[in-house]
């Protein structure tokens, strides 16, 4: 088999056979098929896409590329869940205890990240002596003992998406719904959990800008789940404006706090309560979206969520008291009030453009040997839809240098008002199965 006859395939709009991808992928593995190789059928699929076959056989090849964890040695079933990612979300920080606390067991590794602000892994990082770096038998181990574990994502797990990932951020392949699919969900079947449910991002601080782009990565990466033996559900979510109130690690991680007892922004929470219900439903702790509800209730109202946290958070080292009391999380040197000086119904609150704002405060990676400071980063007051007044307060921002006028002038882009009142959108748009 010749890598170039392959390329030639794919360019000419032809399906390529399990055997053809397979090759593929044992040639970026073991370095003999070189990148100017795979970056041109990287570009390839891209333009003349790939059928449901050819996007399951290219995520197995990827997921048994390197390590597939056998989690078989903990009892019952053990769920997974993937957010494609948007700006201020920390919905694993607060969902992963609320179900494990209702019995779910959850084996997560996750990732830091580029971007506005860090992944799951650095939020977590920002709480004192927090262990991401833990040993496959250790993490398997938790999981057995408390029901839950966040860790980082081990070195040898899916090495065919790092190679393919790094070739296709600088060569402008990564939006292509095959490529993203195989690449996420080759991740998530090399986790080895039974159950995924995928959180799947529109809007302006999203990999995919609309419902029907979201769906359609949503329903592939469905398929791929169930054709290799997974019971895989997605939510369509809406990310036109940040995720509950905070952007910024040591924020978000107090934000997944106060959610996890109760309190919290009103669609953070409603997505936490959505997804839990799911999860508990695909883990057949419940048998219905109600009783899951209620029970996910049950476990905040009675602090058992909380105290989940905690021991997760103990059991990896972290400093338990920085969860009893959040003002012992990092702290930046300044909070500043952003005042409003417009008066109306804030019709948008543009997700990216305040992402990039928090990353500009040094809450995000722009290079991946960039620092992150844990403490800075914005903690909104005002929604979309809310009234505001000319002179209230719009956002507290958490910062270690002067505001410059710059920042400013680029924040205040970011809200945009209307006369009339704007109906709120539900933040769960869609579920399929
Ligand atoms: N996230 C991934 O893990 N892979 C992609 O290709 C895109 C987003």
């Given at each position: 088999?010749?890598i170039?006859?392959i390329i030639?395939?794919k360019?000419?709009?032809?399906?390529l056979?399990d055997e053809e991808i397979q090759f593929w992928i044992d040639g970026v593995v073991d370095g003999s098929i070189k990148d100017y190789q795979t970056s041109a059928l990287l570009?390839?699929i891209?333009?003349?896409?790939m059928?449901?076959?050819e996007t399951t056989k290219l995520a197995h090849a990827m997921m048994k590329s390197g390590d597939v964890l056998?989690?078989?040695?903990?009892?019952?079933?053990?769920?997974?869940?993937?957010?494609?990612?948007?700006?201020?979300?920390?919905?694993?920080?607060?969902?992963?205890?609320?179900?494990?606390?209702?019995?779910?067991?959850?084996?997560?590794m996750?990732g830091?990240?580029?971007?506005?602000?860090?992944?799951?892994?650095?939020?977590?990082?920002?709480?004192?002596?927090?262990?991401?770096?833990?040993?496959?038998?250790?993490?398997?181990?938790?999981?057995?003992?408390?029901?839950?574990?966040?860790?980082?994502q081990s070195g040898h797990l899916v090495p065919a998406d790092k190679k393919l990932y790094a070739l296709r951020d600088v060569t402008?392949t990564v939006?292509s719904?095959p490529l993203i699919a195989s690449s996420i969900m080759s991740k998530k079947l090399a986790s080895?959990?039974?159950?995924?449910?995928?959180?799947?991002?529109?809007?302006?601080?999203?990999?995919?800008?609309?419902?029907?782009?979201?769906?359609?990565?949503?329903?592939?990466?469905?398929?791929i789940?169930?054709?290799l033996?997974?019971?895989?559900?997605?939510?369509?979510?809406?990310?036109?404006?940040?995720?509950?109130?905070?952007?910024?690690?040591?924020?978000?991680?107090?934000?997944?706090?106060?959610?996890?007892?109760?309190?919290?922004?009103?669609?953070?929470?409603?997505?936490?309560?959505?997804?839990?219900?799911?999860?508990?439903?695909?883990?057949?702790?419940?048998?219905?979206?109600?009783?899951?509800?209620?029970?996910?209730?049950?476990?905040?109202?009675?602090?058992?969520?909380?105290?989940?946290?905690?021991?997760?958070?103990?059991?990896?080292?972290?400093?338990?008291?920085?969860?009893?009391?959040?003002?012992?999380?990092?702290?930046?040197?300044?909070?500043?009030?952003?005042?409003?000086?417009?008066?109306?119904?804030?019709?948008?609150?543009?997700?990216?453009?305040?992402?990039?704002?928090?990353?500009?405060?040094?809450?995000?990676?722009?290079?991946?040997?960039?620092?992150?400071?844990?403490?800075?980063?914005?903690?909104?007051?005002?929604?979309?839809?809310?009234?505001?007044?000319?002179?209230?307060?719009?956002?507290?921002?958490?910062?270690?240098?002067?505001?410059?006028?710059?920042?400013?002038?680029?924040?205040?882009?970011?809200?945009?008002?209307?006369?009339?009142?704007?109906?709120?959108?539900?933040?769960?748009?869609?579920?399929?199965?």
């Amino acid at each position: 088999m010749r890598i170039v006859d392959i390329i030639e395939k794919k360019k000419d709009k032809k399906e390529l056979s399990d055997e053809e991808i397979q090759f593929w992928i044992d040639g970026v593995v073991d370095g003999s098929i070189k990148d100017y190789q795979t970056s041109a059928l990287l570009m390839a699929i891209v333009l003349n896409g790939m059928n449901d076959r050819e996007t399951t056989k290219l995520a197995h090849a990827m997921m048994k590329s390197g390590d597939v964890l056998d989690l078989s040695s903990i009892e019952g079933i053990k769920a997974d869940k993937h957010s494609t990612g948007g700006v201020g979300d920390k919905t694993t920080l607060a969902l992963s205890p609320m179900v494990a606390s209702c019995g779910v067991k959850i084996a997560k590794m996750s990732g830091r990240a580029l971007g506005h602000t860090g992944g799951t892994i650095d939020k977590l990082e920002s709480i004192q002596g927090f262990r991401t770096d833990i040993s496959q038998e250790d993490f398997i181990k938790q999981v057995r003992e408390i029901g839950l574990a966040l860790v980082g994502q081990s070195g040898h797990l899916v090495p065919a998406d790092k190679k393919l990932y790094a070739l296709r951020d600088v060569t402008a392949t990564v939006d292509s719904i095959p490529l993203i699919a195989s690449s996420i969900m080759s991740k998530k079947l090399a986790s080895g959990s039974d159950t995924i449910l995928l959180d799947v991002k529109y809007g302006e601080g999203a990999f995919m800008s609309t419902v029907s782009d979201a769906r359609k990565l949503a329903e592939t990466m469905i398929k791929i789940g169930k054709a290799l033996g997974r019971n895989t559900m997605a939510i369509i979510t809406d990310m036109n404006q940040p995720l509950g109130n905070t952007i910024g690690n040591a924020l978000e991680v107090r934000e997944a706090i106060e959610t996890v007892r109760g309190h919290g922004a009103e669609d953070f929470k409603e997505l936490c309560m959505g997804a839990g219900e799911i999860i508990l439903v695909q883990a057949k702790v419940a048998k219905t979206k109600e009783e899951a509800r209620s029970l996910l209730e049950d476990a905040i109202n009675s602090g058992r969520a909380f105290e989940k946290l905690k021991e997760m958070v103990a059991y990896q080292k972290g400093n338990v008291n920085q969860i009893e009391n959040p003002d012992l999380l990092p702290k930046a040197k300044y909070v500043s009030e952003i005042k409003s000086k417009e008066e109306g119904y804030l019709a948008d609150i543009h997700a990216l453009g305040l992402g990039l704002c928090a990353m500009k405060l040094g809450a995000g990676r722009k290079k991946k040997e960039d620092e992150i400071n844990y403490a800075v980063g914005l903690d909104l007051k005002k929604k979309r839809g809310d009234f505001v007044k000319k002179g209230e307060t719009l956002c507290l921002v958490h910062h270690d240098y002067p505001l410059e006028d710059d920042w400013l002038n680029d924040f205040y882009a970011c809200f945009s008002y209307a006369d009339k009142k704007i109906e709120k959108r539900p933040i769960i748009e869609e579920i399929i199965s």
